[in-house]
């Protein structure tokens, strides 16, 4: 089981980056798959949440509004569009799954991407 994160970048605030999560390896259709973030000296952090098959979704309240998780089931790929980018978005974002239902606690997921940094200038 693999997840291959991709898609981070540098960009102005106020900019938008599109970030992908690659699925290998095995079926997904019970998972739930998270977008988390890390920034230096701080926890990783809750992002976004997406049911693989349901497609139910669940943000963190400084994204609301902002950042869209979604997902394209036959190519088994989650995305992560950053709208409207904060310097305090500026992070390494990594995609996980696990089986079973959605939790925010990063501790609860089997399944980790190696990341992928976003840096945001002022």
């Known amino acids: 089981v693999q997840l291959q994160a991709s898609g981070g970048g540098l960009v102005q605030a106020g900019g938008s980056l599109r970030l992908s999560c690659a699925a290998s390896?095995?079926?997904?259709?019970?998972?739930?798959m998270g977008w988390f973030r890390q920034a230096p000296g701080k926890e990783r952090d809750f992002v976004a949440g997406?049911?693989?098959?349901?497609?139910?979704?669940v943000y963190a309240d400084s994204v609301k509004g902002r950042f869209t998780i979604s997902r394209d089931s036959a190519k088994n790929i989650i995305y992560l569009q950053l709208n409207n980018l904060k310097p305090e978005d500026a992070a390494v974002y990594y995609c996980?799954?696990?089986?079973?239902?959605?939790?925010?606690?990063?501790?609860?997921?089997?399944?980790w991407g190696q990341g992928t940094q976003v840096t945001v200038s002022s």
């Open positions: 390896g095995r079926t997904f259709s019970n998972y739930r």
């Open positions: 997406i049911g693989w098959s349901g497609g139910s979704t």
């Open positions: 996980a799954a696990r089986s079973g239902g959605g939790t925010r606690r990063y501790s609860k997921y089997d399944v």
